[in-house]
């Protein structure tokens, strides 16, 4: 058993920390484990992530509909299910303002967050060349099982799981907590886009996502 410590603050990946002598210095994220781990989603804090936003409005559709309308539709549906099951639900936006990418992860670890979602849409580099959804994430030691388990269930979905990867995207890259990026089907193919724009498509995904947030937290 390690030394137990107080934590003043975190940046980046890093915890500044106070022992119980009274010694204060800085150690890694993934040296420190937290003594009291959240073990039901009611007692989680959650970040959700509504990809792009203002002037940045993602990938286009082929009617030229915007990424950033949809992940925003998706992310209140989302919030919506996580607060009635009684989690404390932030967002890093709710209507269409521009935020940066560096202050989306912050938020998360300002918060002490438990998980952190962060909701796109993928694009090919030709029209209806791709197709499905893909769950990424990037600290395998902290994000892995939280990405597998929303994935898990999300399989019952009308498109092609494309599963579980490793992504280099910033938002949870630089996450200090839990987190994952869902891309939810290609914006630029007819045929996902329907779904997309469908609402038992949203509500499906909404549903889905809380189910793996459950599964994540009961094992703890």
């Known amino acids: 058993m390690g030394d137990r410590v107080t934590v003043l603050s975190t940046k980046y990946h890093w915890k500044k920390v106070k022992t119980s002598e009274g010694e204060v210095g800085w150690i890694q994220d993934w040296n420190f484990q937290q003594q009291n781990k959240i073990t039901s989603l009611s007692d989680a804090t959650i970040v959700i992530d509504a990809g792009h936003g203002g002037s940045d409005s993602g990938a286009l559709s082929r009617t ?75 600290h395998k030691k902290t ?22 990867e490793f992504g280099d995207f910033l938002v949870i890259r630089e996450n200090t907590v839990p987190a994952v990026l869902l891309e939810m089907g290609y914006i630029n193919s007819d045929r996902d886009f329907e779904r997309i724009t469908s609402t038992s498509y949203q509500d499906s995904v909404a549903d889905d996502i809380k189910q793996g947030l459950d599964t994540y937290f009961n094992q703890n």
């Open 64 to 138: 030229n509909k915007n990424e950033k309308t949809y992940t925003l539709i998706y992310a209140k549906k989302l919030a919506e299910r996580l607060r009635k099951a009684g989690a404390m639900v932030y967002m890093t936006r709710d209507d269409d303002s521009f935020v940066s990418l560096n202050s989306r992860p912050q938020l998360a670890e300002n918060l002490h967050a438990d998980a952190f979602i962060s909701i796109h849409f993928d694009s090919a580099p030709e029209n209806n060349m791709g197709s499905g959804y893909t769950t990424y994430y990037y």
């Open 143 to 164: 994000s892995l099982r939280l990405a597998q388990d929303i994935n898990s269930k999300l399989k019952y979905l009308k498109l092609e799981n494309r599963g579980v």
